[in-house]
Nanobody, 120 residues
Framework: QVQLVESGGGLVQPGGSLRLSCAASGSIFSIASMDWHRQTPGKQRELVATINTGGSTNYADSVKGRFTISRDNAKNAVYLQMNSLKPEDTAVYYC??????????????WGKGTPVTVSS
């Protein structure tokens, strides 16, 4: 089992910045990709950014140029630097990890989420 714990959410004014962190712990063999997703009430969870072991990244169009995902493989951690925040970025942000076990089996794990509110 792998546990993911997010932190760093909170209330910020429009134009401000926040840095989210997600740390994985437990029986970790190998983590492939790590992603950030977000969800608002009544809407589907959407992918915000993803990063693989090699450091290749992808972003949702809505956050390109404002958000930066990074990863510390040694710490099994992923980060999301969010700049120029807008009210529409308000959501609960979730960390997701794709874990590969010693037998080569893939498992997806989710954190419990950290809320981000962008408001004046």
């Amino acid at each position: 089992q792998v546990q993911l714990v997010e932190s760093g959410g909170g209330l910020v004014q429009p134009g401000g910045s926040l840095r989210l962190s997600c740390a994985a712990s437990g029986s970790i063999f190998s983590i492939a990709s790590m992603d950030w997703h977000r969800q608002t009430p009544g809407k589907q969870r959407e992918l915000v950014a993803t990063i693989n072991t090699g450091g290749s990244t992808n972003y949702a169009d809505s956050v390109k140029g404002r958000f930066t995902i990074s990863r510390d493989n040694a710490k099994n951690a992923v980060y999301l630097q969010m700049n120029s925040l807008k009210p529409e970025d308000t959501a609960v942000y979730y960390c997701k990890a794709v874990h590969i076990d010693i037998l080569g089996r893939y498992m997806i794990y989710w954190g419990k989420g950290t809320p981000v509110t962008v408001s004046s």
